[in-house]
């Protein structure tokens, strides 16, 4: 399946950064580089952008989308790095930061990474395939308590200690 994700808000977006020709900014969720081809299209020889993505398949895209540009970095990692991979680069301040967090409808679309409702596949929902653990180890593994923490203190649910409950139970009768 092609990478392919429409920018939410792009104009909004572009125009809220203030983009300075010669400025340095950082895409935290590079993507499929919608918002980074609008970022590098307005710099010069002399700006700079630094996109991230810990996901294999929007480095390979975003690579492919950006690659006529010769001042943009894409490093594969997790924006919660970026500090330390900017310092690593030898840059300290940064003109802009872009963060578009959530899933991609790449990745909802792609059966195979395991975050479809639509579609009958292993429970996956890694952003990084380098990670070990997937959604499907949780689910079967963790306590019920460890369960009801990560339900409760990330999906913000108020029925959290319910719904881990009958996890447990169900993963009882067969893996989920």
């Known amino acids: 399946m092609e990478f392919n994700h429409v920018s939410v808000l792009l104009n909004e977006t572009i125009e809220g950064l203030n983009i300075k020709p010669d400025g ?8 499929g580089a919608g918002h980074s081809y609008q970022i590098a299209s307005k710099l010069n ?4 952008l630094i996109g991230f993505d810990q996901d294999e398949d929007a480095i390979t895209a975003s690579t492919e989308r950006l690659k006529e540009f010769k001042n943009v970095t894409i490093v ?23 963060l578009d967090l959530g899933v991609s409808s790449y990745q909802l679309d792609t059966v195979s990474r395991g ?9 996956d929902m890694r952003m990084d395939n380098r990670n070990e653990v997937t959604a499907r180890d949780i689910v079967n593994n963790y306590s019920q308590g460890d ?23 169900n993963r009882e009768i067969k893996p989920i």
């Open 24 to 31: 340095i900014y950082a895409d935290g969720t590079l993507g």
């Open 45 to 48: 020889g002399l700006g700079r």
């Open 76 to 98: 594969r990692s997790n924006y919660r790095n970026m500090k330390e991979e900017l310092n690593n680069r030898g840059i300290n301040k940064v003109d802009g930061i872009l």
């Open 147 to 169: 369960l009801f923490r990560i339900i409760r203190d990330y999906g913000e649910d108020k029925f959290a200690a319910n719904i881990a409950k009958h996890i447990v139970m």
């Open 115 to 123: 975050f479809s409702y639509k579609e009958e596949a292993p429970l």
